[in-house]
């Protein structure tokens, strides 16, 4: 695995960690040399090599993205995941220096939206109140939703409830009474030309978001959203294949306990991956030939079904063969 490879060099000292809720940090980064950090736009994220480790994960910017002093990040406290959110919140301490990449967008705007939809559950709230805060500034008409499993466990509240979009935004939490909780068949019921959803969240929130949004006719084009994990999906039927290199005409053959990228790196070709889940988009790869087995969370149906590109860190091949643009 290369992570190191697809940071850009920024370094950049932690100013402040605060406690959001009991299992909620965030993160305030500036520039270790004083200096302005590089511009972002509502929806990016970084990269952020975790100290002491092989581990780099992304993490949206959730700070109002005319600011360029700074870089705010969230960071939930996961104990079932892969040690990057317990090291972050264990390991890092104010003062000390990291390296992260320059931001990405992955999850933007879309400038042609008469008027969006902004759903959060959870942690998701991160790039979607960047996007509030975005869309605040520029007069712009939405509305906010934001699911949480109770208040004390709603980070950024009262931010929210102090920012000049206050009466835009709507809290649903789980504990509450069944009144307040998000109907979202209700919310999505009325899709109209000019509408754009952004979603962010658990995999089951953004799941059920999607599916009824689909279901009710949203067009594909006016759905955005953003995977933080995902569990890739082990298949009985999983078989090894091959997977040829357009530059050399090299055949590496994909065992069936393999990913793409673990057969590649074994055969000592480098290709850069970060979330390792099919989320990120960091090993996007182009095809040639060959029908992949798509099994990511990052390209939208539609790019999926072009057969193109795929995600070698977690995607298979329904061919014997895969020729890749490599």
Known sequence: MSN?????????????????????????????????????????????????????????????????????????????????????????QEGQVLHISAPKNH??????????LLLAGGIGVTPILCMAERLAISGAAFEMHYCTRSRERTAFYERIAKARFAEQV??????????QKLDIGKCLSAPSAGLHLYVCGPKGFMDAVLSSARAQG??????????????????ADDASFDVKLASSGRVIKVLADQSVTQALSAAGVDVPTSCEQGVCGTCLTRVIEGIPDHKDMYLTPDEQAANDQFMPCCSRSKTPLLVLDI
């Not at 999850?107 to 969006?116: D, K, P, V």
Request: net charge negative; proline share 5%; charged share 20%.
């Open 218 to 235: 949203w067009p594909e084009a006016q759905l955005h959203y953003e995977f933080f994990s995902a569990e890739v999906v082990k298949s």
């Open 170 to 179: 709507q809290f649903h939490f789980d504990d509450g009474e069944a009144a």
């Open 4 to 92: 190191a490879s697809s940071l850009s060099v920024l370094s950049v000292r932690v100013a402040r960690k605060t406690a959001e809720t009991a299992d909620i940090c965030t993160f305030e980064l500036v520039d270790e040399g004083g200096g302005p950090l590089p511009a972002f736009s509502a929806g990016s994220h970084i990269d952020v090599q975790v100290p002491g480790t092989n581990i780099t994960r992304q993490y949206s910017l959730c700070n109002d993205p005319t600011e360029s002093s700074r870089y705010l990040i969230g960071v939930l406290r996961d104990p079932a995941s892969r040690g990057g959110s317990v090291a972050m919140h264990d390991a890092i």
């Open 107 to 116: 999850f933007a705007l879309a400038h042609e939206a008469q008027r969006s």
